[in-house]
């Protein structure tokens, strides 16, 4: 008989999917008795020749605990805006035996999607392959509940003939219509409503909650595996908060990572992780370990220093969330920042397709809140979100002056947020040429020119949001940030005067899905437009 230990299985998020709070999966071990033969199972249709013969264990999902799970190698959420599915990786040491196995596993998200769940095997040398996926949205209809009980006994609820209460009589349902169950009653043939028919027990099969059967092959007895699947249920996102004094040219800055868990199962003990990536979002940190159960997962591997990501957040404290549960989260501060006024020209999207014209997808004014020290507002990285203004004085509660989009500032040592567009400075863009060097990869040259007609000189900065890799091969300023999602120019216009930017770039992408420098997703009612005015002048 093969033998099933706890495989882990939970949602949880923050903010799938903030596309993080999440997903999280502990379940607990079941072992077959003793006393008991081992019991075959069919094989589903779509199992391979080699899994024909399996042994079938059911498995339940454990209430959340405070205690740690001695089968769990890690558990990773990996969350993104509302538009993308939560991607969760759930690593766990399982005791499988040789063959087939079949394992089904309860308590899973109602919002699951099938196509996405895959398992692999972490252990050196080892053979785990997946033979079949099933899964059940846990959806019990009253005709599903009646149907397997036709031509059995049920119980029937009828009026007595005063009409003045019910009476519980033997029935035989003979079917169900789309109006209700069908009985014979006393010989009688009568349709009742749905829920004045009674039946012994759930009919064998049925799944009243959200269950994934999975069919596997192995080679070992035991094995560390990765389960990986999407959902939509567990959310999070960057929450800011600015706190200005009034004629100062400084703010406090705090940062909270929210998430939420509407997957209907507890998230116990998952590290999660926040991108704004649309290209490819599949970066995950590195899962801590306890003791030597990872000896053959790649989390035992030390991960290298990196510089804070402007794309990832990344929670790495094992976070717990009941069913429905929000939190908000610091990630830094509150931190002293210095604040510059600028306008922003935004760049259409690299790559550009051949036979598309150039144009400014933004022109915006911005207000830029730079850590004092220049060193990076948290170290486990920044993405975009919202900013809450408040304006406060020593002797008054803080008052607020509404939302506004922020994003993180190059090197996460600060954060930007966004003032609405600025119509006061005219810009243009030109293309100047355009050359195919292969499939996917161009080289292009761009001009653009910004005017100023007022008396004080500005600050503009140039950004190029970028899909894929590229690389800049020459400009005539400087760029005073290359990212993986953009790079940027800084040029400061003389009153009443233009100044002209020019550079080259080669790009090599072939997803065209077009990254912007401001997300849709972030834009928020702003407040007062004379918030922080002394510090704009």
């Known amino acids: 008989m093969v033998s099933f230990a706890a495989m882990g299985h939970r949602l949880s998020d923050l903010p799938c999917s903030v596309r993080g709070a999440l997903l999280a999966g502990a379940l607990a071990g079941c072992h077959p008795s003793p006393a008991k033969a081992p019991q075959a199972a069919k094989p589903p249709p779509s199992a391979a020749p080699e899994a024909a013969a399996v042994h079938v264990e059911t498995v339940a999902l454990a209430p959340a605990s405070d205690k740690p799970d001695p089968t769990r190698l890690g558990l990773h959420v990996l969350v993104a805006d509302e538009s993308r599915p939560v991607v969760v990786r759930d690593r766990r040491r399982l005791i499988l035996g040789k063959g087939g196995l079949r394992m089904t596993l309860r308590g899973v998200p109602r919002d699951l999607e099938p196509t996405t769940v895959s398992i692999r095997t972490l252990t050196n ?88 059967e999975l069919v596997v092959s192995s080679d070992r007895d035991t094995q560390d595996v990765e389960l990986t699947y999407s959902c939509h249920s567990v959310r999070a996102g960057m929450q800011y908060q600015l706190f200005h004094v009034p004629g100062a040219a400084t703010a406090q800055v705090t940062g909270l990572l929210g998430v939420s868990n509407e997957s209907g199962v507890p998230l116990s003990q998952a590290l999660v992780t926040l991108t704004s990536e649309v290209d490819e979002p599949t970066e995950f940190a590195e899962t801590e370990t306890a003791g030597d159960k990872s000896a053959t997962t790649e989390a035992q591997r030390p991960a290298k220093k990196q510089p804070p990501s402007t794309t990832f957040v990344r929670w790495t404290s094992p976070l717990s969330l009941a069913i429905g549960e929000r939190a908000l989260l610091r990630l830094f501060g509150p931190t002293e920042t210095r604040l510059t006024r600028k306008v922003v020209v935004e760049g259409p999207g690299l790559p550009i397709a051949v036979g598309e014209s150039a144009y400014n997808a933004s022109i915006r004014a911005v207000l830029d809140a730079e850590s004092l020290d220049e060193a990076p507002l948290s170290e486990a990285g920044l993405v975009g979100g919202q900013a809450q203004l408040f304006e406060r004085l020593a002797s008054e509660p803080p008052r607020a002056y509404g939302t506004a989009a922020a994003r993180p500032l190059p090197g996460a040592r600060g954060l930007r947020v966004d003032l609405g567009t600025e119509n006061q400075y005219p810009a243009s863009r030109r293309l100047v040429s355009r050359r195919s060097l292969g499939r996917c990869t161009a080289e292009t040259a761009w001009e653009v020119t910004v005017s100023n007609p007022t008396e004080a000189p500005v600050l503009v900065e ?76």
Not at 170 to 176: E, R
Not at 516 to 534: A, I, L, R, T, V
Request: aromatic share 10%; proline share 9%.
């Open 125 to 212: 040398g080892a053979h785990l392959e997946l033979v079949d996926v099933r899964f059940y949205d846990g959806q019990v209809t009253p005709a599903a509940l009646l149907a397997p009980y036709a031509g059995k006994p049920v119980v029937a609820y009828l009026w007595d003939q005063k009409g003045s209460g019910e009476e519980r009589q033997p029935a035989t349902l003979l079917g169900v219509s789309e109006s209700g169950p069908v009985v014979s009653v006393d010989r009688q043939t009568r349709l009742l409503e749905f829920g004045r028919v009674a039946v012994p027990a759930l009919p064998e099969g049925l799944r009243p909650e959200p269950t994934l």
């Open 462 to 537: 140039d950004v190029e949001p970028v899909t894929g890799k590229y690389r800049l091969i020459d400009s005539s300023v400087p760029a005073i940030a290359t990212e993986a999602d953009h790079f940027v120019f800084a040029m400061t216009v003389p009153p009443g005067g233009q100044s002209t930017l020019k550079f080259r770039v080669r790009t090599m992408g072939c997803v065209m899905a077009r990254r912007h420098y401001w997300q849709p997703s972030w834009n928020k009612g702003w407040g007062k437009q004379s918030w922080n005015s002394e510090a704009r002048k």
